[in-house]
C-alpha cells in the first residue's frame, strides 16, 4: 500500500511553462484534494474531487486546472506559471463511510515547486 | 464558508498538557471536527475527529461544547517531538453531497523544554 503519492517531488519552471504535478492514491478514495502552502501559511484548498468525473473549485483555483477521470488519480495543471504560484502542493485523499461520515485525510509528501 | 479560529501561537512546557483551543461557532448539525498537525514542512498527520461527544485515542483527547461551537485539543504530557502547527477544520457542505475541507492557518505549538 503505497497510499497518496506525488510526483515530483521538486520542479523548477520558467514564468510562462505549463507542467502537470500527478496525483495517485491506491486505497479507492473517492475524495481527493489539491492544496498549497506558501512559507509560513496554512494550507489553502485548490481543486477538491469527491469522484471520478466530479470537481469544484476550492478557496484559489485560478490559474490551475484539474481532472478525475479514474477513481485513482487527480492531476493538477498549471497552464502558465507564474511566480506567484511557487509554493509547496500537497494532495491529499480520503473515504466516507455509511452516514455521511468522511474519514481522514491521507496526505502525500508534498511537491516543491519553484517559478522563476 | 464558516472558517475555525485558532490563536497563532502556544507555548506549553515538556510533560504539561497541551490545552488547543478552537472556534468553529458556524458549524453544521452533522459536520465533524478533525485535527491535524504538521511537523516542518511534511504534509499533515491526522490525530483526531469529533461530532458531538469527547474523544480520546493514543494521541489525544478532543473535547468539543455542547452547542459544539468550539473544541479543545488536549495533549495529555507534551513532548518536544509534539512541537508543529496544529489544524483544526470542519468538512463543509456536508449535506450537498460535495464537501471540502478548508484549513486554517492554525496554531503554532511549541514545547519547552
Known sequence: NAGVTQTPKFQVLKTGQSMTLQCAQDMNHEYMSWYRQDPGMGLRLIHYSVGAGITDQGEVPNGYNVSRSTTEDFPLRLLSAAPSQTSVYFCASSYELAGGYTGELFFGEGSRLTVL | ?113
Open chain 2, 1 to 113: 464558508d464558516a472558517k475555525t479560529t485558532q490563536p497563532t501561537s502556544m507555548d506549553c512546557a515538556e510533560g504539561r498538557a497541551a490545552n488547543l483551543p478552537c472556534n468553529h461557532s458556524t458549524i453544521s448539525g452533522n459536520e465533524y471536527v478533525y485535527w491535524y498537525r504538521q511537523i516542518h514542512s511534511q504534509g499533515p498527520q491526522y490525530i483526531i475527529h469529533g461530532l458531538k461527544n469527547n474523544e480520546t485515542n493514543e494521541m489525544a483527547s478532543l473535547i468539543i461544547t455542547e452547542d459544539r461551537k468550539s473544541s479543545t485539543l488536549i495533549l495529555p504530557h507534551a513532548t518536544l517531538r509534539d512541537t508543529a502547527v496544529y489544524y483544526c477544520i470542519v468538512r463543509f457542505g456536508a449535506t450537498s453531497g460535495t464537501y471540502k475541507y478548508i484549513f486554517g492557518t492554525g496554531t503554532r505549538l511549541k514545547v519547552l523544554a
